[in-house]
């Protein structure tokens, strides 16, 4: 394990979480010692703790990208995080499954809304599209789209114009991201976010 070298006790705060996580989930909820790499990463992310995230190789000004096996814990610890980081950095969890049963409903002003939705004025919201790869490409009226795919793609352009950045969680690997969404969406997501993956043998936490 890198020694650590930071304002912060990264055992206080991974205790922090673990408690709020009890809170939030009950008394099920644990933070395993073999979870701390990710934890420690995904701390020093949110707390924007510039000297931990420089050893650990995170960009502060990139997203997130959380993988790692079903059943993990990557959504509940996305939520948490919420908790964690400064309000200039809080952010919504918007499951990927929900916002294709919009696209139904909706058509294509859902992209325009989850590409440049509001929070304060013209600012375009900081997401966490929760579990990418678990919804389908979906008609409206005829017409089959990628949802994600747009979404991610557009994401992208705020975040090179207006540094907004993007988190995500999902089970897919990188050649599966491809796989579903094309070698133009996992290039951006190069760009966009910083990945932070689970052991694949992690076991399922629920």
């Known amino acids: 394990m890198?020694?650590?070298?930071?304002q912060y006790n990264?055992?206080?705060?991974?205790?922090?979480?673990e408690k709020k996580g009890i809170e939030l989930y009950g008394n099920r909820f644990r933070i395993s010692e073999s979870d701390h790499p990710v934890v420690y990463r995904l701390i020093a992310y949110f707390l924007r703790d510039?000297?931990?995230?420089?050893?650990f190789g995170i960009d502060l000004d990139k997203g997130i990208l959380l993988s790692g096996p079903v059943g993990c814990g990557k959504t509940s610890l996305m939520n948490i995080m919420k908790y964690l980081t400064s309000t200039e950095h809080k952010f919504?969890?918007?499951?990927?499954?929900?916002?294709?049963?919009?696209f139904i409903s909706d058509g294509y002003e859902v992209i325009h809304k989850y590409s440049r939705g509001k929070l304060h004025q013209s600012d375009p919201r900081i997401?966490?599209?929760?579990?990418?790869?678990?919804?389908?490409n979906l008609k409206y009226y005829g017409?089959?789209?990628?949802?994600?795919?747009?979404?991610?793609?557009?994401?992208?352009?705020?975040?090179?114009?207006?540094?907004?950045?993007?988190?995500i969680t999902t089970n897919l690997s990188a050649s599966e991201i491809e796989q579903h969404y094309g070698i133009r969406v996992r290039s951006r997501l190069r760009e966009l976010v910083n990945l932070v993956a689970y052991d694949k043998n992690t076991k399922d936490k629920r």
């Open 92 to 102: 919504t969890m918007k499951p990927c499954r929900d916002i294709s049963f919009e």
């Open 2 to 6: 890198i020694e650590l070298k930071s």
């Open 50 to 55: 510039e000297q931990t995230a420089f050893q």
């Open 127 to 136: 997401y966490c599209f929760d579990d990418l790869g678990v919804e389908n």
């Open 10 to 17: 990264y055992q206080e705060v991974t205790s922090w979480i």
């Open 143 to 167: 017409n089959e789209c990628n949802v994600m795919a747009e979404v991610l793609l557009s994401r992208y352009d705020i975040f090179i114009s207006k540094r907004i950045s993007t988190h």
